[in-house]
């Protein structure tokens, strides 16, 4: 692995302006390692972040693993149009870097990631050398088998410039510049690794992108490698520090009260179920906007849901409650008439924050503050709250305090989520 960190860094060291190509740490880089190959990826545009957050891990480890024959190096996919990021006041919401929403040095732990803009300073020609479109097989499956096969395109965003002999596409919001000469399909049915051989027998290409990666399964959930690329996913500091201000504030809440505090180095930290203890207040993910009509079976009206989150206050004696939604803030309001007798929260941000941040930095401080609590309450299905409870159990809290949710007033059973503990 430090081999392929080096590699990593070589590239870091390229980007410099102030680069000598005649440097010992460049010779030493070029003596050691083979030139790295870039995979890229994309992810259906109806994803949301947490999903984007989990395709992130499938590909990681498929990297990681082909980094155990030769170099290759995890392009960053810019975030931008969400669908759920719909503020107007902050700018537009495309190319935004990892390193607005995440630590890239902890990423780097567990794999060697470059940001796409660092990649295009080193493609002068802004070429993507080859685009391969996952899709599934046309005609379905009865049985579920690793198979992949270039196969017709069943939908095909891409589009063709003839004079100039170049695909073109979103890339990320970067339509204008970046290109690539062959694009094609690829049914597939697999786990991520599956598509190790094939990256790595083709040997023409530098920079591979690989769109749909949906598509493409986690190669084992759950497992500890599976579990170092969530914990190597930690927000990034800025993001952190606005969060842990506000439990300061509000919530009397601090890691060394919570004993929530973290290791520098993730490889480093292990934690026991239990170990935390987290601040005096009660966390509830309460999902709206979308789900409110796709899951009207799952999500609770209003009234029910300031019920559900009543009777979790009498029993764990609190005071305080945060709660982190997409609702617009009339239901805010409407759930807060419900809870007079307790303090509500809610994270606003500074127009300041907000401009720099956007809506996917103020969803990171949310979800960091729902992290820290006592006890946490999510959303039937939401990937957001899915986040919030693996950074629990990363953090160290009792399962029983962190995999619960809210339920429709229908549901008379109110099943409870599965539990998927970290394992190291
Ligand atoms: O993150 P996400 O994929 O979770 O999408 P789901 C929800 C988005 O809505 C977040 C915003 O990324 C945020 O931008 N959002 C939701 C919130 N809850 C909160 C919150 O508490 N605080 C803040 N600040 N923002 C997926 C959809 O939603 O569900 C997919 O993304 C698909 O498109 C799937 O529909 C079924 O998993 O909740």
């Given at each position: 692995l430090l081999l392929w960190a080096l590699a990593a860094h070589a590239e870091d060291v390229l980007y410099d302006d102030n680069f000598e190509p005649d440097s010992s740490k460049f010779k030493?880089?070029?003596?050691?390692?083979?030139?790295?190959?870039?995979?890229?990826?994309?992810v259906n545009p109806g994803e949301g972040f947490n999903?984007?957050?989990?395709?992130?891990?499938?590909?990681?480890?498929?990297?990681?693993?082909?980094?155990?024959?030769?170099?290759?190096?995890?392009?960053?996919?810019?975030?931008?149009?969400?669908?759920?990021?719909?503020?107007?006041?902050?700018?537009?919401?495309?190319?935004?870097?990892?390193?607005?929403?995440?630590?890239?040095?902890?990423?780097?732990?567990?794999?060697?990631?470059?940001?796409?803009?660092?990649?295009?300073?080193?493609?002068?020609?802004?070429?993507i050398n080859e685009v391969y479109y996952l899709q599934n097989y046309k005609e379905g499956w009865d049985k579920w088998e690793?198979?992949?096969?270039?196969?017709?395109?069943?939908?095909?965003?891409?589009?063709?410039?003839?004079e100039q002999d170049r695909w073109h596409g979103w890339f990320f919001g970067y339509e204008e510049e970046v290109w690539?000469?062959?694009?094609?399909?690829?049914?597939?049915?697999?786990?991520?690794?599956?598509?190790?051989?094939?990256?790595?027998?083709?040997?023409?290409?530098?920079?591979?992108?690989?769109?749909?990666?949906?598509?493409?399964?986690h190669d084992r959930y759950g497992d500890s490698v599976f579990w170092q690329a969530r914990r190597s996913m930690r927000f990034a500091q800025q993001l952190r520090d606005i969060a842990d201000d506000f439990r300061r504030e509000f919530l009397d809440s601090t890691d060394e009260k919570d004993e929530t505090v973290l290791d520098d180095d993730w490889t480093q930290m292990k934690r026991n179920h239990g170990d935390a203890k987290g601040g005096p207040y009660l966390s509830v993910h309460l999902r709206r906007e979308d789900f409110v009509r796709s899951r009207r079976k799952d999500i609770p009206s209003l009234e029910h849901a300031a019920k559900q989150i009543k009777k979790l206050m009498t029993k764990l004696k609190l005071k305080r409650v945060f709660i982190a939604t997409d609702a617009p803030q009339n239901e805010f309001g409407e759930l807060k008439s419900y809870l007079e007798e307790y303090q509500v929260y809610r994270f606003t941000p500074t127009p300041e924050v907000k401009s720099k941040y956007k809506d996917g930095g103020v969803a990171i401080i949310d979800q960091w503050i729902c992290a820290h609590a006592k006890y946490f309450v999510g959303s039937r299905e939401s990937t957001f709250s899915f986040r919030i409870q693996d950074e629990r159990e990363i953090l160290g809290f009792d399962p029983e305090k962190t995999f619960n949710r809210l339920c429709n007033e229908e549901d008379k059973e109110c099943e409870q989520p599965a539990k998927w503990k970290i394992v190291y």
């Open positions: 030493l880089v070029v003596d050691e390692a083979k030139a790295p190959r870039y995979l890229l990826y994309d999903l984007r957050r989990d395709v992130y891990m499938r590909i990681a480890v498929l990297v990681r693993n082909l980094n155990e024959d030769s170099p290759w190096i995890l392009v960053l996919p810019p975030w931008g149009r969400m669908y759920h990021w719909k503020s107007k006041d902050v700018g537009q919401q495309i190319r935004i870097p990892w390193s607005t929403f995440f630590d890239l040095e902890s990423l780097r732990r567990f794999v060697p990631v470059m940001e796409f803009a660092d990649f295009l300073k080193i493609s002068p020609s802004k070429e690793e198979k992949m096969d270039k196969r017709p395109c069943i939908f095909n965003p891409y589009y063709f410039d003839s690539t000469k062959k694009l094609e399909c690829l049914s597939v049915m697999g786990h991520a690794s599956f598509l190790k051989p094939f990256l790595t027998q083709n040997r023409t290409a530098r920079s591979i992108m690989l769109d749909r990666a949906e598509i493409v399964l």
